[in-house]
T-cell receptor
Framework: AQSVTQLGSHVSVSEGALVLLRCNYS??????LFWYVQYPNQGLQLLLK??????LVKGINGFEAEFKKSETSFHLTKPSAHMSDAAEYFC???????????FGAGTTVTVRA | DAGITQSPRYKITETGRQVTLMCHQT?????MFWYRQDLGHGLRLIYY???????DKGEVPDGYVVSRSKTENFPLTLESATRSQTSVYFC??????????????FGPGTRLTVL
C-alpha cells in the first residue's frame, strides 16, 4: 500500500521567488511518482513524472522534481514563480506493478505580485 | 470532441434522489476511474474499471454504483444521494499496462451539490 503526504496545504510566494512544494511517500515497492496541477475549475494536468532513470525530472512550465529514495521524497520546485502558477498541486504515487494512483491532499499555491 | 468529457459539469440535487454522472472518453483506453475531490483529502478513488464489464471498488465506494457496458463510457450513479456526497467528481482514463509511460488523463470534473 502507498500513501502520500504533502507538507503544507497552502503556500504563498512572491512573483519571481522560488516555489518549493514538498511530497513524501511510503511504498512497499519501487514507486512511480507524479505531480499534477489543477487550475481553477479544471481537471488535473500532468506536470511531470518519475518512473526510472534520472532522479531529477523536468516537467512543463519550468517545474522540476527530484526523487530521493533515501528520503522517500519527491519535492517539486520552480526557480521563479509566475502569476500563472497559482493553482493546486497534487503529488501522486503508484507501484510499478499497479495502475491505481494514490494522491496527496494537495497544496494550493498563491502568487503575490 | 476528442479526449475525456464529463456531464453534467454542475448538478444540484436533493437528499434521497438518484443521480448519474456521465464520463466518456474517445481514446479507447482500457482503464477508467472515478475520483471524488474533497478539501483536505485530495482525490480519493471511488471505483475503477480495467475493461468493459470489469469493475472494482476503490477506497470510498459506499453509496455509489458503476457500470461499463461500453469501453468509452463509465457512468457513476449515486443511488440515494446524501449530503456527504457533495463533492467534485473526476473521471480519468489510461491505456492498458502498468508501465511508467501510461499516465492517467482527467476529465474537467462535475461539481455535485446535495441539499
Amino acid at each position: 500500500a502507498q500513501s502520500v503526504t504533502q507538507l503544507g496545504s497552502h503556500v504563498s510566494v512572491s512573483e519571481g521567488a522560488l516555489v518549493l512544494l514538498r511530497c513524501n511517500y511510503s511504498s512497499s515497492v519501487p514507486p512511480y511518482l507524479f505531480w499534477y496541477v489543477q487550475y481553477p475549475n479544471q481537471g488535473l494536468q500532468l506536470l511531470l513524472k518519475y518512473t526510472t532513470g534520472a532522479t531529477l525530472v523536468k516537467g512543463i512550465n519550468g517545474f522540476e522534481a527530484e526523487f530521493k529514495k533515501s528520503e522517500t521524497s519527491f519535492h517539486l520546485t520552480k526557480p521563479s514563480a509566475h502569476m500563472s502558477d497559482a493553482a493546486e498541486y497534487f503529488c501522486a504515487v503508484r507501484s510499478a506493478n499497479d495502475y491505481k494512483l494514490s494522491f496527496g491532499a494537495g497544496t494550493t499555491v498563491t502568487v503575490r505580485a | 470532441d476528442a479526449g475525456i468529457t464529463q456531464s453534467p459539469r454542475y448538478k444540484i440535487t436533493e437528499t434521497g434522489r438518484q443521480v448519474t454522472l456521465m464520463c466518456h472518453q474517445t481514446w479507447s483506453h482500457s482503464y477508467m476511474f472515478w475520483y471524488r475531490q474533497d478539501l483536505g483529502h485530495g482525490l480519493r478513488l471511488i471505483y475503477y474499471s480495467a475493461a468493459a464489464d470489469i469493475t472494482d471498488k476503490g477506497e470510498v465506494p459506499d453509496g455509489y454504483v458503476v457500470s461499463r457496458s461500453k469501453t468509452e463510457n463509465f457512468p457513476l450513479t449515486l443511488e440515494s444521494a446524501t449530503r456527504s456526497q457533495t463533492s467534485v467528481y473526476f473521471c480519468a482514463s489510461r491505456e492498458r499496462g502498468t508501465g511508467g509511460f501510461n499516465e492517467q488523463f482527467f476529465g474537467p470534473g462535475t461539481r455535485l451539490t446535495v441539499l
